[in-house]
T-cell receptor, first 113, second 116 residues
């Protein structure tokens, strides 16, 4: 069974641009969540989708958004990039509605210059 | 809101020895899940072990075991017979048992260095 797949793995963007990151969960998993990891703030929850509905949202500005498609694949978008958005973005998937073991992808490294 | 605290930023251990990582959490929930994840230099987050709060028995997974003390809100990880491949950041994480989602709250992490 394939794991959680994230694309792209590495990207460099300029301040003010926008970026879209993609995540394909483990086959059969319906929950997809996103986390931001930085040296200063550690691992922070961005949002979670289940069956195309956002169920939880972390404390991030509205520039951070996401969506989930009917095949459970998810995308997150960051608009008007700031230097502080440079981070490792981790996608994770879980099988059911709650209490899941969460499996992570390898992450997307975003550098904003 | 839940908080997770890992009080040891860094630990080192000799190969084949045992190391214990501490984790405490704060919650008013009675039912929840606790996890330990390992993040090696590749940055891939790997599940190490999972514990359901309603289970009194401590979870074990090969060389990894936990000491879950619900009343003390403590969830330590013991790595036995440490191997060089155990060198990584270890994160303790908390998840509420609720129908509203699968949200993990992480501690700040403990860096473990296994020395040959």
């Amino acid at each position: 069974k394939a794991g959680v797949t994230q694309t792209p793995r590495y990207l460099i963007k300029t301040r003010g641009q926008q970026v879209t990151l993609s995540c394909s969960p483990i086959s059969g998993h319906r929950s997809v969540s996103w986390y931001q990891q930085t040296p200063g703030q550690g691992l922070q929850f961005l949002f979670e989708y289940f069956s195309e509905t956002q169920r939880n949202k972390g404390n991030f500005p509205g520039r951070f958004s996401g969506r989930q498609f009917s095949n459970s694949r998810s995308e997150m978008n960051v608009s008007t990039l700031e230097l502080g958005d440079s981070a490792l973005y981790l996608c994770a998937s879980g099988q059911g509605a709650e209490g899941n073991t969460i499996y992570f992808g390898e992450g997307s490294w975003l550098t904003v210059v | 809101a839940q908080t997770v605290t890992q009080s040891q930023p860094e630990m080192s251990v000799q190969e084949a020895e045992t190391v214990t990582l501490s984790c405490t959490y704060d919650t008013s929930e009675s039912n929840y899940y606790l996890f330990w994840y390992k993040q090696p230099p590749s940055r891939q987050m790997i599940l190490v072990i999972r514990q359901e709060a309603y289970k009194q028995q401590n979870a074990t997974e090969n060389r990894f075991s936990v000491n879950f003390q619900k009343a003390a809100k403590s969830f330590s990880l013991k790595i036995s017979d440490s191997q060089l491949g155990d060198t990584a950041m270890y994160f303790c994480a908390f998840m509420k048992q609720q129908a509203a989602g699968n949200k993990l709250t992480f501690g700040g992490g403990t860096r473990v260095l296994v020395k040959p």
